[in-house]
């Protein structure tokens, strides 16, 4: 019996330890600070249970694995700033992502082995307090599957495709041919 009073003394003051740690702003919040390890595992952990638990999406489209559209899929990353963080074949992350602090990580390996909802789901829905915004306020989830098709098939992309197929889907955005979310748009009126 003195046994189990001691665990509950000993869990009521690491509670009031925290609190005081947390609550007294003795926890570094400043992006420039290493931070502390046990604070930053279990927000990752926490992050990560959340994200499995709440990541719900349709399931890909018949066309999510065709080559055009990854290609597509690239246009989409370029077009919505996401190389500009995550970087993509042939371009580093911009420099501002050097003071971001979870860093942003590479989009092919972090996602090459997530089911494809996952992916969509954290595109669509975004993740509080790392800089990941949520793109479904105003993108289709036609463009959100084809950022998918691309980040998931990245591997292999050479800087070289990855230049032509933006420059591909900026042509067929002005166009309106193909995919491009102009022609997205007026095919949803």
């Not at 999406?57 to 559209?69: L, R």
């Not at 074949?89 to 911009?94: A, H, M």
């Not at 032509?164 to 002005?174: D, F, N, R």
Request: charged residues 20%.
């Amino acid at each position: 019996m003195r046994f189990l009073a001691a665990i509950g003394v000993l869990a009521i003051c690491v509670g009031i330890a925290g609190a005081v740690y947390f609550y007294g702003g003795f926890y570094d919040v400043a992006a420039a600070a290493g931070g502390n390890p046990a604070v930053e595992w279990s927000l990752r952990s926490v992050r990560e249970a959340s994200i499995d638990k709440h990541f719900t999406a349709p399931s890909p489209p018949a066309w999510f694995s065709k080559p055009e559209a990854v290609q597509e899929g690239a246009h989409e990353v370029a077009d919505e700033g996401c190389a500009d963080c995550h970087g993509a074949p042939g371009l580093k992350p911009d420099g501002f992502v050097q003071g971001m602090n979870p860093n942003p990580p590479d989009l092919g390996d972090a996602t090459k082995d997530d089911p494809p909802a996952k992916v969509f789901w954290t595109i669509k829905n975004g993740i509080r307090m790392t800089g990941m915004p949520a793109f479904g306020g105003h993108m289709t989830d036609e463009e959100i599957w084809r950022a998918v098709a691309f980040v998931q098939h990245e591997e292999g992309v050479t800087p070289v495709q990855y230049q032509q197929w933006i420059k591909a889907g900026l042509k067929a955005e002005k166009g309106g041919a193909g995919k491009g979310k102009e022609a997205a748009g007026s095919a949803a009126k």
